[in-house]
C-alpha cells in the first residue's frame, strides 16, 4: 500500500482507520471520503473529498486523481437501521461494492471489504463458530455481506483483483458514535456509565456474542492488507475475534471503575432476534495461522482504557 483511499470514512470504523492509517503511511498519501462531510479532526489531518461510492464514474476519478493503489471500503447501512429499510440497505451495500470492485478491476487496485458475524444464522453452530459454515443470515444487512464476501471472491478468482476482508465481531469504540448496529449496546454503554451511572440495554444480560476493541479491529484491516498474498487462503471472510460479552459480564467489569453503575433492561425483540441469530463465540484460527493475527486487548485492558478516556472528556 502506497496510495489509499476509504470510503465510508466517517463512520465508526472509518473515522479511527484513517488516523491510524496516516500515522503509518503518510497523512498525505490517504483519502478520506464520504458521501456527508467529515468531522474536522479528518479533514485537518489530511486530504478529503465527498464521495458517492455508489457513482462509479466519481470513484474511477477520485481513484485516478489521487494515485490510488488500495482501497478500503467501508460505506455501508448497519444491521439495525437495514431492518428499518431492507432496500435501502441493499441498494446502498451492494451498489457501493460493485462501484468499488468495479473500479479496482478496471485500475489495478487492491480492496479491503469488511464483512461480519452477521453473515451467520440460526442454522450456523453458535460456538466456536467455524470459518466455513452454513451461512443463512436473517437480515438484509447479512444477505449484504454475504453476497460480498461471494462478489470479493468472484473478482480474484474472475479478474485477479487483490481483495480481501475480514468478518468484523461486535466493535467497542469511543471515539464515534454509534451507527446503527445491533452491537451499539456494548459502545453506548461506556458512554452512559460515565455521563449517568446508569444504562438502559435493549439486549437482555445474557445474550453473549463475540466482540473487539476498536485499535484490535483497525490493527487486524491494516495486518490483513499488508499480508503477504502467497500465505492467504481464504482471503476475504477471516474470521476474526478478540472476546465474547453479555451485557451482564460487561457491567461488571464497569462497576470495577464505577461502583455505583447501574444496568437495567428493556429488551428491544427485533434486535435481539437479531443478536439470538448470530455466533456466540468465534473460531479465528485462520487468521492466525495465515497473516499472524492475534488481539492486543482483552475485556480488563479495554475497559479501562475507555472509562478512562471517557472520563477525561466528560
Known amino acids: 500500500m502506497k496510495r489509499i483511499l476509504i470510503t465510508g470514512a466517517g463512520g465508526q470504523i472509518g473515522s479511527e482507520l484513517v488516523t491510524s492509517l496516516r500515522k503509518r503511511y503518510g497523512a498525505d498519501e490517504v483519502l478520506a471520503t464520504d458521501i456527508r462531510p467529515l468531522s474536522n479532526a479528518v479533514c485537518n489531518s489530511g486530504p478529503t473529498a465527498i464521495l458517492d461510492a455508489q457513482d462509479q464514474d466519481a470513484v474511477a476519478q477520485t481513484t485516478v486523481e489521487h494515485g490510488t493503489d488500495t482501497i478500503f471500503h467501508l460505506a455501508a447501512i448497519l444491521s439495525a437501521v437495514g431492518e428499518t429499510n431492507p432496500g435501502l440497505a441493499y441498494k446502498i451495500n451492494m451498489g457501493t461494492l460493485h462501484s468499488v470492485l468495479e473500479v479496482a478491476r478496471l485500475k489495478k487496485c487492491s480492496v479491503f471489504t469488511p464483512s461480519s458475524i452477521a453473515v451467520f444464522g440460526p442454522a450456523t453452530p453458535k460456538e466456536n463458530t467455524p470459518q466455513n459454515t452454513v451461512m443463512r443470515p436473517t437480515t438484509m444487512y447479512g444477505v449484504t455481506k454475504v453476497a460480498g464476501e461471494l462478489l470479493c471472491d468472484y473478482y480474484h478468482k474472475k479478474y485477479g483483483v487483490d ?57 487486524a484491516s491494516i495486518q490483513l492488507m499488508e499480508a503477504d498474498p502467497a500465505k492467504l487462503v ?75 478516556e471517557l472520563s477525561r472528556s466528560t
Open 234 to 308: 481464504h482471503r476475504n471472510a477471516f474470521n476474526v475475534t478478540a472476546m465474547h460479552l453479555n451485557p451482564q459480564t460487561l457491567a461488571k467489569e464497569i462497576k470495577k471503575h464505577i461502583p455505583t453503575f447501574k444496568i437495567e433492561y428493556e429488551v428491544d425483540q427485533n434486535l435481539e432476534s437479531i443478536a439470538q441469530s448470530w455466533p456466540r463465540t468465534i473460531d479465528d484460527s485462520a487468521a492466525r495461522l495465515e497473516w499472524g493475527w492475534s488481539p492486543k486487548y482483552d475485556l480488563a485492558d479495554m475497559t479501562e482504557e475507555i472509562i478512562t
Open 163 to 219: 481483495t480481501r476482508g475480514v468478518r468484523y465481531p461486535g466493535l467497542i469504540s469511543y471515539g464515534t458514535p454509534p451507527g446503527g448496529g445491533t452491537t451499539d449496546w456494548a459502545v453506548d454503554i461506556f458512554v452512559q456509565a460515565v455521563r449517568k451511572n446508569s444504562y438502559s440495554c435493549f439486549l437482555k444480560e445474557g445474550t453473549t456474542l463475540p466482540m473487539m476493541y476498536m485499535p484490535d479491529a483497525i490493527e
